[in-house]
């Protein structure tokens, strides 16, 4: 175990550890194979993550008094406890992590959440639980909240499933803020207590078999990790409870049709450029094939500089720079994207 202060009386003066000092010596004690902590922060952030031990071992964190992002891009085999509550970001790109506030957290909890799980003990602000997502290859990420979130909560999430328990909260008229789930595309939402009108994105539910079984194998250990398990009876009255279920494509978009159907009936007829070219409406593939195998594109581009380029009173080769950075980009980025010279 290694207890780190922060806060170091030196001559008669209080000197605060900086976070890049904290994060360093978090780092160097993990790599000595140190695996237990207690952090008497003050303030510092990103403090829980992404850390591991080379030889799998679990890490954990006790932390009192973080900053922000605490548990930021947690990893698996990592468990961090916060005494008290925590201010925005808690699990920021949450990947794997175990992460429990037992009071409150500041805004965008569980921000881009892809794995692990987030156990908030009071309430979260606004914006938590947005943009969180799913990748099949792992275990779909979690967020509970004992109270109730604030505004634009679970915006864009994409996946995971998230749970509001509401407690405390029978008298507010959203335990979810205003327009919870603006652009919901993925991922549950379950809820106990009043909701504000949702957006076309999602629909109100009530909960199935399946979803009371999982809330109940979910909810002992959450109230047991921020110490509440008092609550256990109360919260687990299902007919109080309900899902937010996002709309899929097809229900959003009835009136979908096909680039052909457009291009047919309701692109300008003839096509934008039909005063200097025919549009023979044919499609190049990514891969030529056939006739386009045999012709070659011809880059005239050079002869012609852009407005911005040739006014430029630094003489900055704009098109050169963008050519190169394109390059760079396709040789750092993806190797199946080969070069135009390459062929």
């Not at 780190?4 to 994060?23: C, F, G, H, P, Y």
């Amino acid at each position: 175990m290694l207890t780190i202060e922060t806060l170091k009386t030196v001559n008669d003066a209080t000197e605060r550890m900086s976070t890049q000092d904290l994060l360093l010596s978090i780092e160097k004690a993990v790599t000595d194979g140190v695996t237990d902590f207690t952090i008497h922060a003050s303030g510092q952030h990103d403090i829980g993550g992404p850390l591991w031990n080379t030889e799998g071992k679990p890490l954990s964190f006790l932390v009192t008094n973080p900053g922000q992002r605490v548990g930021s891009m947690c990893l698996e085999n990592t468990e961090v406890t916060v005494e008290g509550s925590a201010p925005a970001d808690v699990g920021w790109l949450n990947a794997g992590g175990k992460i429990v506030v037992r009071g409150d957290a500041g805004d965008t909890a569980g921000h881009c959440a892809a794995a692990g799980t987030i156990y908030i003990g009071g309430r979260a602000g606004t914006r938590s639980g947005s943009l969180m997502k799913h990748d099949p290859l792992y275990q779909a990420p979690q967020l509970w909240i004992l109270e109730n979130t604030g505004s634009f909560s679970f915006e864009f999430m994409g996946g995971g499933r998230a749970v509001v328990c509401g407690h405390g909260c029978e008298s507010m008229p959203s335990v979810l803020g205003a327009r919870p789930c603006v652009g919901m595309v993925g991922g549950l939402v379950y809820v106990r207590g009043k909701t504000d009108a949702l957006p076309a994105d999602a629909t109100l539910e009530p909960l199935s078999s399946e979803d009371i079984a999982w809330l109940e194998s979910g909810m002992e250990p959450f109230l047991k990790a921020i110490g509440r398990q008092d609550l256990l009876g109360t919260l687990s009255r299902w007919d109080e409870w309900h899902k937010i279920v996002p709309h899929v494509h097809e229900e959003k978009h009835p009136d979908i049709f096909s680039v052909a159907a457009y291009r047919n009936n309701e692109w300008v007829n003839g096509g934008i450029f039909t005063d200097v070219l025919a549009d023979d409406f044919g499609v190049c593939g990514l891969v030529a094939r056939g006739l386009y195998r045999q012709r070659i594109p011809v880059w005239d581009n050079a002869r012609y500089q852009a407005p911005c380029e040739y006014n430029c009173p630094s003489s900055i080769p704009t098109q050169q720079r963008y050519n190169l950075w394109m390059a760079l980009s396709a040789c750092a980025f993806s190797p199946l994207i080969f070069h135009r010279s390459a062929f």
